[in-house]
């Protein structure tokens, strides 16, 4: 069997920086390899991607400890590229970062993710970096594969030749642009502790290193939100759309903010562009239900919550859901929803059952 040297690079976009470095190595020692260069339509699931996967034999995908998250949304880019993969039986090869570990995210292990653990990774220190791609080029990637490779259909080759050559054209990725990453990663876990202070402090380092990075703004608006800072945080976010505004993370604190300071329709606005970059994500829709609910357009919202319990089903939507069929005067649609409320533990049911003796009396009001 033939050992193909052909590879798809699978990664989030806060770590472009480490995907690129991984597909500069690998493009000088001779593999003909695919990564995405992220653009205006970032997060919109492209069917060139899924063609390139099953154009090329290995898939290396890039883990760190904030990589999985958004894959508890079933349409996930990330997730549907390793699903693919997974369904393409490709040679699969995760290499880790900023000490990830899988047993901190079992939850975003669903489905078709449950057997990521078992595929043979590579963990991967900065300090070690071209020896753990040494590792990759020389042991992981010269695994011959008894699978069907499907070559790039035609009307794609130009867009393939440009989305290389754009590739190809980024510059050397340095130890300090990995460094920035590091930092943006480890913000990222500070602010799901609610450690704010030292979520901006890491940020504040990254942009010493690269004092334009986008997504050190976001994630200290992320910070400043998180304390209720909520002029610091529009601020902060509005200059990281200014510097990207492909970040979806600065629209969603943006609307976020909105929506605290009573600014529905600027809130409706902002969700929708992050859902034009990210259009399967559960969280937007709950969101943007929510403003549409406090505009009075009880239609629209409900649309976005059954969008949302499409994606994620979670307890709470069933509530918001209710209390808008209510508002319409759909009493019967209202009581079934604060029923599955109930039904699925919702947090305070005896509130869920006054909600449906109050519809029960207007529904029976002669």
Known sequence: MIVQKTVFISYRRINSFIARAVYQNLSTHGFDTFMDVETLDAGAFDQMLLNQIAARAHFVLILTPTALERCANPGDWLRREIEHAIDLR??????????FEYSTVTQYLTGKLSVLPSYNAIRVYTDYFDEAMERLRERFLRVPLEVVLHPTPPQEN????????????????STEDLEVERYIERAKQHIEANNWDYAIMDCEHALQLHPNLAEAY??????????????????EAQYAIRLDPANTTAYLVSGQV??????????LQHFQNALQLSPNNADLYLKRGTAYYYTGDFKRAIADYTQSLSLIPRTEIYWQRGTAYMRLGDYIRS??????????????PDAAREMIEKNNAKHNRP
């Open 258 to 267: 909105d929506l605290e300071e009573e600014r529905y329709q600027s809130a």
């Open 158 to 173: 130009q867009s393939l030749q440009e989305k290389q050559h754009v590739a190809k054209s980024q510059p050397k990725v």
């Open 335 to 348: 009581n079934q929803d604060f029923e599955e409320y109930i039904a699925n533990g919702g947090s305070d």
């Open 90 to 99: 490709r040679n699969i090869v995760p290499l880790m970062f900023d000490n």
């Open 218 to 235: 976001a994630q200290i608006a992320r910070a400043r939100l998180g304390m209720e800072d909520f002029d610091g945080a529009y601020q």
